[in-house]
């Protein structure tokens, strides 16, 4: 790794101790940065400013200026010419990915015409006046490989429980604006571990758009899962259940709530919620059906569509309980992705229409491997001891059965 002599000046240690600190801290950054960019220089001509050598491989032919977006505010930086040359620095390519996508979309926006003035001028202010569709072709070659490199990557390890959503995004195509809807799958593993397994878009959230995502999943590898959770969209179960034959369906708790509460009458929502809350805290299947029977019994006279639909999706909304009691919380609901689903769309609010298909891959995509990779080094979402311990069972009883029959 290569070292470099800092001069700081003692001007901005008196700002940033007793003035306006981020200001002070802007400056100091931009100091440095404007420095570690001349050292470079010096690193690939082999020569200082008007040194004399015979290893000096090029002449600096002055600077060019180069705004830089960071948590402390905009930085001006000099970057160095070469006469014959070209300067090269990875200090520009080291915003996090999403960060770059979502410069790379505006930037398209504004070439094809798709943006609003708004737009325009974030993109000035990230990217200087002065880009084009060659300045921007050149930059996704370096970032599209990365992303489509990963969202095709084997799946290695077993994925008992999966979690799956859909979103709308407005993409711009033909000429004109169409909703489309972006799967994601989030899996986590045998360790215990949360992991994004991939995402893909479709032309609508239909069943043969969900069964051409859960069959690119299998593709790559996806196995051992014992259960998905999902909302009750009907294309999304008829799929899962011809491509994830055996997996068993539990029906997002808090989606399922809000059907039964959207028929209720309002003076009967916060005593049919809190029933409705016991049955899916209940201990065990038996004990939830108990509760199910009383709600229906108490609630059939004055709310008997939001009756009729708590008794039809029972089943399905309590097939958690078939699990040990510390994995029941974080699987009974899609409730994990929430935060991941807030900020793809405080992304998507920038952005608003997508100007093409692959910026949305390019965007989303870089933004999941981020995600992806906080998950790797984070805590351990599950301890998986109980729940192996209970699927060895499992597999022995079934066995039993099978003997016996």
Not at 11 to 28: C, I, N, P, T
Not at 38 to 46: C, K, N, R, V
Not at 79 to 85: C, D, K, L
Request: proline share 2%; net charge positive; hydrophobic share 40%.
């Amino acid at each position: 790794m290569a070292q470099y002599q800092i001069t700081l000046d003692s001007k901005l240690f008196h700002q940033l101790f007793l003035g306006d600190r981020d200001e002070a801290v802007a400056q100091l950054l931009e100091s440095i940065l404007n420095q570690v960019l001349q050292a470079q220089a010096t690193e690939q001509l082999q020569a200082k400013n008007y040194e004399r050598t015979e290893d000096r491989k090029d002449y600096r032919n002055g600077t060019y200026t180069r705004t830089l977006t960071t948590r402390v505010g905009s930085l001006t930086l000099h970057v160095p010419r070469f006469r014959n040359g070209k300067f090269s620095t990875e200090l520009f390519s080291r915003y996090q990915r999403s960060e770059q996508a979502l410069i790379l979309t505006m930037m398209e926006m504004v070439i094809y015409g798709v943006s609003t003035r708004n737009v325009s001028n974030i993109t000035e202010v990230l990217c200087g006046e002065d880009f084009s569709k060659s300045t921007v072709s050149e930059l996704c070659k370096q970032l599209d490989p990365i992303v489509t490199s990963w969202l095709h990557r084997p799946l290695t390890n077993e994925y008992p429980f999966l979690i799956v959503d859909a979103m709308f995004l407005k993409v711009r195509e033909d000429g004109r604006v169409r909703s489309r809807g972006l799967m994601i799958a989030t899996g986590i593993n045998l360790e215990g571990r949360r992991e994004l397994l991939g995402m893909m878009i479709g032309d609508t959230e239909s069943e043969a758009s969900w069964s051409e995502f859960f069959v690119h999943l299998k593709q790559r590898g996806l196995r051992g899962v014992e259960m998905i959770t999902s909302d009750h969209h009907s294309g999304l179960v008829k799929a899962i259940r011809k491509h994830l034959q055996g997996v068993t369906w539990q029906r997002c708790q808090t989606h399922f709530m809000k059907n039964i509460l959207d028929v209720t009458p309002k003076a009967l929502r916060s005593e049919v919620k809190a029933h409705v809350r016991s049955i899916f805290e209940a201990a065990d299947r038996e004990a939830a059906r108990m509760l199910l029977q009383q709600t229906i019994d108490r609630f059939q006279d004055h709310a008997p569509k939001a009756m009729e639909i708590l008794d039809e999706g029972f089943d399905d909304a309590v097939a958690v309980l078939m699990l040990p009691a510390p994995y029941r919380v974080k699987t009974r609901t899609t409730n994990a992705v929430e935060r991941l689903n807030s900020e793809i769309r405080r992304r998507e609010r920038v952005i608003r229409i997508f100007p093409n298909r692959e910026s949305v891959y390019r965007l989303i995509g870089a933004l999941l491997m981020e995600q992806d990779e906080k998950w790797a080094m984070g805590n351990i979402y599950f301890d998986m001891t109980e729940f192996k311990h209970w699927r060895i069972e499992r597999v022995k009883a079934s066995n039993k059965v099978v003997r016996l029959g």
